[in-house]
């Protein structure tokens, strides 16, 4: 049976995640009030920050700053993409 949370992000009740999907308490906190859609869309926009970006995630100050755009994302309600990001045309 899958769980459903509060979703800060969509502001609705949605399906939630399995398992915190970041370590410790921003992982918990992340799994107790954000939705698997809300997640999926994270990932995109950080596949994308990552790529328009050119980003080293061996680089700590990348790490860095993709946690302190994951939280506004998530949390601030923020309107976080990539630099020179062209949505693909229909």
Known sequence: MSRTVQCLKLKKEAQGLEFPPYP???GT????SISQQAWKDWMDVQTRL???NRLN??????????KEQMEKFLFEDGDIEAQGFVPPSA
Request: glycine share 4%; net charge positive.
């Open 29 to 32: 906190r992340i799994w107790q």
């Open 24 to 26: 410790g308490e921003l």
């Open 50 to 52: 990552v790529n328009e």
């Open 57 to 66: 995630l061996a680089d700590a100050r990348a790490r860095k700053y993709l």
